[in-house]
């Protein structure tokens, strides 16, 4: 169970400096709005749930609001700012980047601010990385490009090495843009920051399409990227239509956590099927995903079936299971496999078919932000710099409840997100699609 350790933000000491936005926060309140500095958010939401802990109200886990502070650890026209992006593309990246420096450069007064090109490769010497001088205007309409201008990549970098250029370049605060690896290779640089005694603050934006950071309402970018795919959902269904036996099959990315998939198969609402990760499926035997389909097929003349890329990995034999640079397992490909064993069951079976394979793939993550998680890149990227100039580090910040709350970093890798087998998600799948509870 979390407890008040877990939810515990690191501070690099006592704020000293008025904040330049400080006036602006005179007349605030905790209100269904507006969370004040010193005030907590409950982590627990049922009645059951903090029941459970026995205890008062004032001593039920809690995590600390974001938002500015009155007075500010750093003194802004003294601190030096770098910000780096690292792990796959996400809609929003350019978003938060730009968020960051102009809430920095506008607000705070904080004047030299770098990117560090291609990930944790961009601090280490061997690979020739320049960095950006980042300003108002080189920031000026970066977000109408997807991608990221910093650049990202995987694989292990030494921490030590990171934050040598670090002190080399007399930073005080570092930003990572980044998924569950990359927060891991933030804390390691908290670890070696501490080690050498050093005052620099590390800050995360977390960063995946694959919705799969916990304890946060949804990561950005992970609506832009469903959103995108419910175009190939779309067109999988008019193919399916418009041929007799016409089976669309879509693959859609989301390694361990099936919330693209659910997603936009709920907004799109023509799947017949969505398989994922979190829910083991037979493929073979009368009660098996293969022989419902061919009823589906025979009863209503076509269907669409939508998966997750790290479904059904089991049934993948030919599989070499590898891992990429940065240790992610590299997965087996569902969608062939189902597209071949489709067709061949429904030959079997004599059943006139004509399946369509789509596979999105990069496509739903390189797009620029929707308007909805640009707006929402804008408010993490205050929430950074705010929680950053106030001193915290090894802290992440996210958007919970509604409530935008700092989260050590150490919870946020804690555990995957995963869609709840018996959560109201699966239920509204299962509703929309009607298949069965279970393949088995
Ligand atoms: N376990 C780890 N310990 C330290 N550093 C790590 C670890 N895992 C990853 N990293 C660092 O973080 C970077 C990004 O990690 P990774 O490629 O796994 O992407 P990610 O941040 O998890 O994003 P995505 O959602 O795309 O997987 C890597 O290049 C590596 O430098
Ligand atoms: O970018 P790569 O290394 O091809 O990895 C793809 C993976 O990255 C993700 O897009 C997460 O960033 C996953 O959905 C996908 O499995
Ligand atoms: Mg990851």
Same mark, same amino acid.
Not at 371 to 388: E, I, N
């Given at each position: 169970?979390?407890?008040?350790?877990?939810?515990?933000?690191?501070?690099?000491?006592?704020?000293?400096?008025?904040?330049?936005?400080?006036?602006?926060?005179?007349?605030?309140?905790?209100?269904?709005?507006?969370?004040?500095?010193?005030?907590?958010?409950?982590?627990?939401?049922?009645?059951?749930?903090?029941?459970?802990? /026995?205890?008062?109200?004032?001593?039920?886990?809690?995590?600390? *609001?974001?938002?500015?502070?009155?007075?500010?650890?750093? +003194?802004?026209?003294?601190?030096?700012?770098?910000?780096?992006?690292?792990?796959?593309?996400?809609?929003?990246?350019?978003?938060?980047?730009?968020?960051?420096?102009?809430?920095?450069?506008?607000?705070?007064?904080?004047?030299?601010?770098?990117?560090?090109?291609? /990930?944790?490769?961009?601090?280490?010497?061997?690979?020739?990385?320049?960095?950006?001088?980042?300003? *108002?205007?080189?920031?000026?309409?970066?977000?109408?490009? $997807?991608?990221?201008?910093?650049?990202?990549?995987?694989?292990?970098? +030494?921490?030590?090495?990171?934050?040598?250029?670090?002190?080399?370049?007399?930073?005080?605060?570092?930003?990572?843009?980044?998924?569950?690896?990359?927060?891991?290779? =933030?804390?390691?640089?908290?670890?070696?920051?501490?080690?050498? /005694?050093?005052?620099?603050?590390?800050?995360?934006?977390?960063? %995946?399409?694959?919705?799969?950071?916990?304890?946060?309402?949804?990561?950005? $970018?992970?609506?832009?990227?469903?959103?995108?795919?419910?175009?190939?959902?779309?067109?999988?269904?008019?193919?399916?239509?418009?041929?007799?036996?016409?089976?669309?099959?879509?693959?859609?990315?989301?390694?361990?956590?099936?919330?693209?998939?659910?997603?936009? %198969?709920?907004?799109?609402? +023509?799947?017949?099927?969505?398989?994922? *990760?979190?829910?083991?499926?037979?493929?073979?035997?009368?009660?098996?995903?293969?022989?419902? !389909?061919?009823?589906?097929?025979?009863?209503?003349?076509?269907?669409?079936?939508?998966?997750?890329? /790290?479904?059904?990995?089991?049934?993948?034999?030919?599989?070499? *299971?590898?891992?990429?640079?940065?240790?992610?397992?590299? !997965?087996?490909?569902?969608?062939?496999?189902?597209?071949?064993?489709?067709?061949?069951?429904?030959?079997?079976?004599?059943?006139?078919?004509?399946?369509?394979?789509?596979?999105?793939?990069?496509?739903?993550?390189?797009?620029? =932000?929707?308007?909805?998680?640009?707006?929402?890149? !804008?408010?993490?990227?205050?929430?950074?710099?705010?929680?950053?100039?106030?001193?915290? %580090?090894?802290?992440?910040?996210?958007?919970?409840?509604?409530?935008?709350?700092?989260?050590?970093?150490?919870?946020?890798?804690?555990?995957?997100?995963?869609?709840?087998?018996?959560?109201?998600?699966?239920?509204?799948?299962?509703?929309?699609? $009607?298949?069965?509870?279970?393949?088995?």
């Amino acid at each position: 169970m979390i407890g008040h350790e877990d939810l515990t933000v690191r501070t690099l000491g006592p704020c000293r400096i008025d904040s330049p936005l400080a006036d602006r926060l005179a007349a605030r309140e905790t209100t269904q709005h507006s969370v004040v500095e010193d005030d907590r958010i409950l982590f627990d939401d049922t009645i059951s749930m903090a029941g459970v802990r /026995g205890v008062p109200v004032e001593q039920l886990p809690s995590l600390e *609001p974001g938002g500015p502070r009155q007075r500010i650890y750093f +003194d802004p026209a003294k601190t030096r700012v770098g910000i780096v992006t690292c792990g796959g593309l996400c809609p929003g990246l350019n978003d938060v980047i730009r968020g960051l420096v102009l809430e920095l450069c506008r607000h705070y007064g904080v004047r030299r601010i770098v990117g560090f090109r291609n /990930g944790y490769r961009g601090f280490i010497p061997h690979y020739g990385e320049d960095v950006v001088d980042l300003s *108002p205007e080189v920031v000026q309409h970066i977000d109408d490009e $997807g991608g990221t201008i910093l650049g990202t990549s995987r694989g292990m970098q +030494d921490p030590e090495e990171i934050v040598d250029a670090l002190e080399r370049l007399a930073i005080n605060i570092l930003f990572v843009i980044g998924g569950d690896g990359s927060i891991r290779g =933030a804390m390691e640089v908290v670890r070696v920051i501490g080690e050498r /005694g050093l005052k620099i603050a590390v800050v995360g934006v977390p960063k %995946t399409i694959d919705n799969d950071i916990p304890y946060i309402d949804q990561s950005f $970018g992970f609506q832009t990227a469903m959103s995108e795919a419910t175009k190939s959902i779309h067109a999988a269904s008019v193919e399916a239509r418009s041929a007799p036996g016409g089976v669309g099959l879509v693959k859609l990315m989301g390694r361990h956590s099936g919330f693209i998939a659910c997603y936009s %198969t709920l907004a799109k609402d +023509d799947a017949d099927y969505v398989l994922i *990760p979190e829910v083991p499926f037979a493929l073979h035997g009368e009660r098996g995903f293969l022989e419902h !389909l061919r009823r589906r097929v025979e009863d209503r003349g076509h269907a669409v079936v939508v998966v997750a890329e /790290g479904a059904g990995q089991e049934h993948i034999e030919e599989h070499e *299971p590898g891992r990429d640079a940065s240790g992610n397992v590299r !997965l087996g490909d569902i969608g062939r496999l189902l597209r071949r064993l489709i067709t061949e069951h429904l030959d079997d079976a004599k059943v006139e078919n004509n399946v369509r394979y789509f596979d999105p793939s990069y496509a739903i993550r390189s797009v620029p =932000a929707n308007p909805y998680d640009s707006a929402y890149c !804008l408010r993490l990227a205050h929430a950074a710099v705010h929680a950053a100039m106030a001193g915290r %580090t090894e802290v992440i910040v996210a958007r919970r409840r509604r409530r935008f709350v700092h989260i050590p970093m150490a919870l946020a890798v804690s555990r995957r997100n995963h869609v709840d087998p018996l959560g109201d998600l699966w239920m509204s799948v299962l509703e929309a699609t $009607g298949q069965p509870v279970r393949f088995e």
